[in-house]
């Protein structure tokens, strides 16, 4: 291949003078003159590749083969850790007709069923409708209360190990509507109760009281219907 090029030679400050210069061989070329910018885009073939010149890094990036058949699945992993167990879901306590009594809660053993009201009072019934249709009264005061009349604050002593929010009724028996307390956490106090309520209604005293915790009312004994039963709360 015989490249013919020209060259223009401008001498400063004197004439031009074109030359042509005729290159019929490679030993012509200074080795590493030419590059690619001197080569013109898409001119070269694969005749101009000397076979077997090139390697797969050449065409690295550039060149794909076909997508391979999927490889067979490999063997099944160990079995992973048991998970934590979730919470379990609240359960409510609902008499025959369907009405929402509280929240179950577990103090007792079956067959009774104990539920925390609305109002934060846990009661216990005996679901038998044989049974008469009251609750157990667990606490039964009587309230102390530091000044006469019954006025002021109300005290009780807690009657452990029942729960800290076990209903407290004083009528006796505890029917519905009967009215409900609850003693209040707190830090125990001792004094001497000048007046005292009970099932029988307030009355004087002067009584030493120890380990006393505030009384809050707390709502009323509910109307129930027998039989009991358990409901998913929500």
Known sequence: MVVALTALVVALGGTATAATVVITSSKQIKDGAVTGADVKNSSLTGADVKNASLTAADFKGSIQGAKGEPGAQGAQGPKGDQGARGPAGALNVVDATG???????????????????????????????????????????????????????????????????????????????????????????????????????????????????????????PSVTKPLYYAPAG
């Open 99 to 221: 009405k929402v009594l509280g929240t179950m809660v577990s103090t007792v053993q079956p067959p009774f069923m104990s539920f925390l009201t609305a109002e934060g009072a846990i009661l216990t019934y005996d679901p038998n409708p044989a049974v008469p249709n009251q609750p157990f009264t667990v606490w039964t005061g009587p309230l102390w209360y530091q000044a006469g009349g019954c006025s002021g604050t109300a005290y009780v002593v807690p009657q452990w190990p029942q729960p800290l929010q076990s209903a407290i009724v004083l009528a006796a028996p505890p029917v519905a509507g009967s009215d409900i307390y609850v003693a209040q956490p707190g830090t125990p106090q001792s004094f001497t109760a000048l007046s005292r309520r009970d099932g029988a209604g307030c009355a004087s005293t002067s009584t030493g009281v120890g380990n006393a915790l505030v009384a809050m009312a707390a709502g009323t004994v």
